[in-house]
């Protein structure tokens, strides 16, 4: 019996493991933006106002949807984020990431006004459709704002404090389990005055 | 030494021609080679098992194209990874930085080959002192009875 002992402690062990392994996402990274301030920028927005920067949101809570119309998983996140605008509880503000990737690029190089007309028509016409959730939207078409951010994965969303400091980043689409349990009790713990 | 010459001559003409095909890939060879030495050490967050250097992913491009800023910028490698480490974390980093959190993966391996060390000498030890099995009176009988049977 002891002899068989010391192999089940070793093999229980390897499976304890991998089964963690398993149940992990090797493609969650953890932000090493998270509590620290929000990159600066200024970046022209979807409906051509004047350009918007993350400086004009403070002293209120929002959150930072980076999302694009050839983004699958986006359109996944979207009735959701419809849904949660509609309950008015904080702005959500987008980030268009790359509209105008390399595939529409293919036929030649694009002037810098017409890939921000393409991307403006694009994005509106598929926000028309599908429901506006976001305040206002901002095109970064180079995806250097993109980069300052970490992105890596659209969708990605951060919610960024009354102070402008990232509070909490997500990877991929949001899906109801993270709203309820994490992004709305978040919210409520940075809106509530001190 | 006639032969030599053209042979030389070929030699230096293909040398020319090749660096005129090389250059609409790389404006600056000297900023590329950088980049790869570079991005080699970097990892692709997309395609996580690739190098910056050797992956197609859009996001990789935009990256080399930011580094490639960066050496333009004259800055220093160091400089440049704590650009990218800023932004996604250690884990853009092949080589992990040693800090308390990284013990387990830099001295981890070291100690399970010590406890690894440690059991093959003991387990040596023990076969050593001889293998006769100790029985008690009991079993012995049990045995013998179990052999009569």
């Known amino acids: ?194 | 030494m006639k032969q030599f010459l053209v042979v030389w001559c070929l030699g230096a003409v293909s040398c020319l021609i090749h660096a005129g095909e090389a250059q609409p890939m790389a404006q600056d060879p000297q900023v590329e080679a950088r980049l790869v030495v570079i991005a080699e050490e970097l990892r692709c967050l997309v395609c996580q098992n690739e190098s910056l250097a050797s992956s197609h992913a859009e996001l990789a491009e935009d990256l080399r194209r930011e580094v490639r800023k960066l050496i333009r910028d004259n800055k220093t490698d160091a400089e440049i990874k704590t650009y990218l480490v800023e932004r996604y974390g250690d884990f853009v980093l092949y080589k992990p930085p040693l800090k308390p959190i990284t013990w387990p993966l830099w001295f981890g391996p070291f100690l399970l080959l010590g406890l690894a060390v440690y059991g093959l000498w003991r387990y040596l030890r023990l076969r050593k002192q001889g293998t006769s099995p100790r029985l008690d009176a009991q079993k012995r009988a049990q045995a013998e009875q179990l052999l009569k049977d």
Not at chain 1, 138 to 166: A, F, H, M, S, W
Request: hydrophobic letters at 45%; aromatic letters at 8%; charged letters at 20%.
């Open chain 1, 1 to 194: 019996m002891k002899k068989f002992l010391l192999p089940l402690v070793l093999f229980a062990t390897l499976v304890v493991f991998l089964g963690v392994g398993l149940m992990r996402d090797p493609h969650e990274i953890p932000s090493p933006l998270v509590g620290k301030p929000a990159p600066a920028f200024s970046l022209p927005t979807l409906s051509g106002d004047k350009p918007f920067s993350p400086a004009d949101m403070l002293g209120q809570v929002w959150v930072f949807n980076v999302w694009a119309t050839w983004c699958v998983a986006c359109r996944e996140e979207h009735p959701l984020l419809v849904q949660f605008s509609k309950s008015h509880k904080v702005p959500i503000v987008g980030l268009s990431y790359k509209e105008i990737q390399a595939g529409d690029q293919a036929t030649g190089a694009l002037s810098e006004e017409a890939k921000l007309l393409l991307a403006r028509q694009r994005s509106q016409k598929f926000l028309q459709k599908a429901g506006d959730p976001y305040k206002l939207s901002v095109l970064d078409l180079d995806g250097r704002v993109g980069i300052d951010y970490g992105v890596y994965g659209v969708p990605e969303t951060y919610i960024i404090d009354k102070q402008g400091i990232i509070r909490y980043k997500r990877v991929g689409p949001v899906t109801p389990e993270v709203l309820i349990d994490t992004i709305l009790p978040l919210i409520q713990q940075l809106d509530t005055p001190v």
